[in-house]
């Protein structure tokens, strides 16, 4: 037996001369796909097969028991001119990812940077405030803040020692879905991180040259230590906001599935879910997942495409 | 006159520095005043559940943060709160996340080892397809996944939560072992592949020794991730006695509605206390493993 077509710079003629170019071939490639082999079955049956599926049944009238019965685009014509909970979800979605991703990230940077100044105790710091981000997924954690949130809630005891009389901030439409932002703004930890991560990279003698030159800290932070963190921004950016259109357990927690108050909490992923498994609705459904790649393909997108202009890659 | 010149030039420093230092110790202070304040609010409403769940019925809205009794009641009634035991559904979440961690590790590490370090043909061609997945929102390949576990007869069994671990379909595992594997060193594998060693041997017995570091954050963060899941059991799984933790929470929660808060605090504390040990003893791995690759929890 010659060794395997390993990645490595030595040619594997050895007694290669005698072997048959079957044996050979079979020899440099074999190996790679034997190991590749639960991933490529795992990619083409659960991912690549599932993709092409779905964009077929968004075309069709699909309720699991009979066949698919192919309508063209009227499910994709319905969600834009016939189905107010599919603005409703929108709006929702757009709303929470648009307060949610830059607080989450404002918060995140403001923290880093105070822990970054040669704080004491930055260990026990950073994982008390990491402690949120590994729970907060949990079922448990939206219990907590449905009751957080409630009309005798603790944060409305809170208030109460202020002499404020808090509404029941879940079931109220105009807040609801803020106890949801506050809860992944609460979360902060792990892109603060991240942060933290970049923060260490940036090279002192910069701050020590600026300081030298006169440049006050405020200056500092818009000159140096942002510019060169913004690829640390651009990456946190990207990954939360996908993250946050795929939210779907506090929402589904705190509105008991149902997305209320008046669709207040309606996320989308909410929405397909209800459509999907609550009216057997498939093909809207699918139509309503694929609707949801193409969004967050042309963010990721747009996002690559506009970074050259603010994204600073020193090479 | 030599001797008198350095002088000044002392006393305008040590003129300075009280001032400085005063400055710098007033500033720290304020940090860690605003530090530990924010810590307080934020793991605040964590504490009080843990407190709500040791009191005693009538005092589980109210009373003191720590409990003027002690009460273990709401863990006896919690445990025992719906028609299923919370032991069968610890034992069955148990079940899926061990299953799910032993999955990932065998199956992304073989992915990684071949896109790695083996050259065949078409590695790049699917290791760009593998990046791809890397953003791909779940909800578009759900349905026709259902369907096929469906047509399998997979429903109210564990394997549709599972079997997708042997296959490798969390590419970020893949990416990540990727990632590590390229920085051993070549050198190590080149001179067992002189030796005649066979690929899977070389897997075996120097990649995955020499990877400890990354196959303990995939394992962990599997298991949290595996754990914590809800939208998968709650689509998988409709027989209670199936259900995990986490459906067993939410069936708490609808069922016994506002009645029986300390049961559902109970739970819902005991649901955390496999994660949070996690983070007691394995932080400097998860803290790494964030910052390093940029994970999204």
Redesign the interface.
Known sequence: MTAPAMEAGVPHAGGAVSQSWWSRVWQNHAPGYLFLIPWLVGFLGLTIGPIITSFYLSFTDFDLLTAPEWVGASNYIRMFTADPKFIASMQVTLTFVLFSVPLKLAFALGVALLLNRGMRGLPLYRALFYLPSLLGASVAIAILWRQLFAGDGLVNDFLSVFGIQGPSWISNPRYSLWTLIILSIWQFGSPMIIFLAGLRQIPQDMYEAASLDGASRWRQFWKITLPLLTPVVFFNAIIQTIEAFKSFTPAFIISAGTGNPINSTLFYTLYLYQEAFGFFRMGYASALAWFLLLLVACFTAFSFLTSKYWVHYDD | MTVTAPAPRLTVVTEATPAKLMRKRVL?VL??V??IG??IL??Y??L??LSASFRPENEI?GGTLIPSVWSLDSYFRGWDGLRVSFGTFFWNSLVISVTSVVGNL???S??A?????????G?NF?FA??LM?L??????????????F?ELGWIDTILPLVV?K????DAFF?FLMVQFFRGIP?EL??AA??D?????R??WKIMLPLSMPVLATAAIFTF??TW?D??APL?YLNEMKQYTV?LG??TF??STGESD?GG??A???L??VP??L??LFF?RL??EG???T????
């Open positions: 720290s940090a860690h605003a530090l924010a810590s934020m793991l409403p964590l009080w559940m809205f065998i199956a992304c073989m992915a080892f071949a896109f790695a370090r083996l050259r065949f043909k590695r699917w397809l593998m997945t953003m791909l929102p779940g909800q578009v390949t759900l349905i026709p996944q259902y369907v096929l469906r997708p042997f296959l490798a379909v893949v070549r594998d080149e592949m002189m005649g060693c066979s690929a899977w070389i897997y949290i991730w914590d809800f939208f689509i986490m929470l939410r929660t609808d808060f559902l605090f739970m819902s504390v649901s955390l994660i949070f996690f983070f932080q998860l803290i964030i910052a390093t940029g994970m999204k929890r």
